[in-house]
T-cell receptor, first 114, second 109 residues
Framework: NAGVMQNPRHLVRRRGQEARLRCSPM?????VYWYRQLPEEGLKFMVY????????ESGMPKERFSAEFPKEGPSILRIQQVVRGDSAAYFC????????????FGPGTRLLVL | KNEVEQSPQNLTAQEGEFITINCSYS?????LHWLQQHPGGGIVSLFM???GKKKHGRLIATINIQEKHSSLHITASHPRDSAVYIC???????????FGSGTQLTVLP
């Protein structure tokens, strides 16, 4: 029973490029959460999705960032026109049902913007 | 004032010592997670609790909802316990976790 999978594990982008981060939740999990950890800082909530729905995106920057969790396939966190300040570790977690359930974390994607 | 306060920020212990990490929060919550982040960056969920006490192996987590306080205890600590431990309350109204800044634990052999 594979855990939460994220790819790529490391991603290097130049300023202005787009970054796409993928998250495949654990089998049977229909709730996905994205978190960001800036260098030397704590984790911060970004967005909470259920299949085909955004439940809570209050932690996501209004511009350049978007997230989706389609009916088929992984959840995608998309960052357009990346800037150096986007360099961080992005973690995805999943749960069977809602946010009251235990969340299982993926290994993270380390994004470096040059 | 941060919504979630953890103490201590850093803790160094000798192998075998009993460890306590504390977490205080200012918002009303429905549950609280304790997470472990390894030196390589991976995150593991240790506990989710909404009342009382939970035990898993050498780890024990307690929570007092009225006092807005939770503790994580490690008995017979081992160097492999060295990691950052993060408290993350789930507020009653929000659907999101709020994270403490973490406690860096180093257990020396």
């Amino acid at each position: 029973n594979a855990g939460v999978m994220q790819n790529p594990r490391h991603l290097v982008r130049r300023r202005g490029q787009e970054a796409r981060l993928r998250c495949s939740p654990m089998k049977g999990h229909s709730h996905v959460y994205w978190y960001r950890q800036l260098p030397e800082e704590g984790l911060k909530f970004m967005v909470y999705l259920q299949k085909e729905n955004i439940i809570d995106e209050s932690g996501m920057p209004k511009e350049r960032f978007s997230a989706e969790f389609p009916k088929e396939g992984p959840s995608i966190l998309r960052i357009q026109q990346v800037v150096r300040g986007d360099s961080a570790a992005y973690f995805c977690a999943s749960s069977i049902q809602g946010s009251q359930e235990t969340q299982y974390f993926g290994p993270g994607t380390r994004l470096l913007v040059l | 004032k941060n919504e979630v306060e953890q103490s201590p920020q850093n803790l160094t212990a000798q192998e075998g010592e009993f460890i306590t990490i504390n977490c205080s929060y200012s918002v009303g919550i429905s549950a609280l997670h304790w997470l472990q982040q390894h030196p390589g960056g991976g995150i593991v969920s240790l506990f989710m609790l909404s009342s009382g006490k939970k035990k898993h192996g050498r780890l024990i987590a307690t929570i007092n909802i009225q006092e807005k306080h939770s503790s994580l205890h490690i008995t017979a600590s081992h160097p492999r316990d060295s990691a950052v431990y993060i408290c993350a309350p789930l507020s009653g109204s929000a659907r999101q976790l709020t994270f403490g800044s973490g406690t860096q634990l180093t257990v020396l052999p």
